[in-house]
């Protein structure tokens, strides 16, 4: 299973990944809603955790650009 983290607070996002990447999961991590947007252009994913308050596209936007 392939899931992005996009998170903006730089402890919470790399917590988030070393722990997926203990429970086996590949995981790639994203600091805004821009980034997110160009990494699922590129690649597909099967869940993206969302931080709603992104510095740079809330998060509401970028989940409907996402669907």
């Known amino acids: 299973m392939k899931l992005l983290v996009v998170e903006d607070d730089p ?3 790399h917590g988030l990944l070393r722990l997926l ?3 086996g ?3 790639e ?3 805004t ?3 997110a ?3 699922l252009e590129q690649d597909l994913f ?3 955790f969302l931080d709603l308050g992104l510095p ?3 998060g509401f936007v970028a989940c409907r650009q996402l669907r």
Do not use: E
């Open 21 to 23: 990447n203990q429970w």
């Open 56 to 58: 740079d596209i809330d």
């Open 37 to 39: 947007l160009q990494w």
């Open 29 to 31: 991590a994203s600091a």
């Open 33 to 35: 809603g821009a980034q």
């Open 11 to 13: 402890p919470l996002r």
């Open 46 to 48: 099967d869940l993206v």
């Open 25 to 27: 999961y590949a995981a």
